[in-house]
């Protein structure tokens, strides 16, 4: 992993991801399945998440990874319609506060 410069994603919350399905003291579960991914990737801003999914025919159980771009234009609190400029309560209010 070292020489390719590969690191393990955390998950969002430490689960196993594989059971061997027995009840009480003999039931075992372990974190086996991961992602893997460039370094790069990760140190790049890119948001990334994974998680556990449920159940499934097997013993393991499904791993999500989830990518998204970290930058987006955050959303503006307040966008101006020049009409307001004619409405003396909306000039009022201005002055007021």
Known sequence: MEDLNLIDIPS???????SNNRIGEANL??????FLIKEAL????????QWVGLGGLSD???IYLEIQDAIQKPKA???FNSTWLKD?????MVGDF
């Not at 579960?29 to 991961?34: C, F, G, K, T, V």
């Open 12 to 18: 969002a919350k430490i689960q196993p991801t594989w």
């Open 29 to 34: 579960a372990r974190r086996l399945d991961r």
């Open 42 to 49: 990760a140190s790049s801003g890119t948001h990334i998440r």
């Open 60 to 62: 393991h159980r499904p």
């Open 77 to 79: 609190p307040f966008k």
């Open 88 to 92: 003396t309560e909306y000039m009022r």
